[in-house]
C-alpha cells in the first residue's frame, strides 16, 4: 500500500545540482516525517536529512541535515503534491550514492527503490 518513488538522480559534474524528488501514496503524507538517505559503494546507509510533518508558527521547518551536507542541501516538502525534494548543490564526488527516501508508518519502515546519483570530479 505506502510506496515512495524517486526520481531526479543522474550524473553531474563536480559544483553541479540535482533536485531529488520522492513521490509518496499510501499513507496520509502530510502527518508524517520524510527522510533521506544515501548509501555510497563501500558504505553503510547513512542519513543525508530529514524534514518534519510539523510547521512550527514563526520559525523555519524542522529539519536534520547531516553535518556533510549542511549548507549544500535543502529539503523541502509540497502537502499538495505528496512530495519531498532534496536540492542538492556544490555536489561532490563524496556525495556519489544511491539516495533513498523513507517513512516511518505504523510499525514499518518503508523505503523507495532508490536513485542513483553519480559526481564526477
Known amino acids: 500500500e505506502v510506496q515512495l518513488v524517486e526520481s531526479g538522480g543522474g550524473l553531474v559534474q563536480a559544483g553541479g545540482s540535482l533536485r531529488l524528488s520522492c513521490e509518496a501514496s499510501?499513507?496520509?503524507?502530510?502527518?508524517?516525517?520524510i527522510g533521506w538517505f544515501r548509501q555510497a559503494p563501500g558504505k553503510e546507509r547513512e542519513g543525508v536529512s530529514c524534514?518534519?510533518?510539523?510547521?512550527?508558527?514563526?520559525?523555519?521547518?524542522?529539519?536534520y541535515y547531516a553535518d556533510s551536507v549542511k549548507g549544500r542541501f535543502t529539503i523541502s516538502r509540497d502537502n499538495a503534491k505528496n512530495t519531498v525534494y532534496l536540492q542538492m548543490n556544490s555536489l561532490k564526488p563524496e556525495d556519489t550514492a544511491v539516495y533513498y527516501c523513507?517513512?516511518?508508518?505504523?510499525?514499518?519502515?518503508?523505503w523507495g527503490q532508490g536513485t542513483q546519483v553519480t559526481v564526477s570530479s
Open positions: 523513507r517513512v516511518v508508518y505504523g510499525a514499518y519502515r518503508y
Open positions: 524534514i518534519s510533518s510539523i510547521r512550527i508558527s514563526g520559525s523555519r521547518d524542522s529539519t
Open positions: 499510501g499513507f496520509p503524507f502530510e502527518d508524517y516525517a
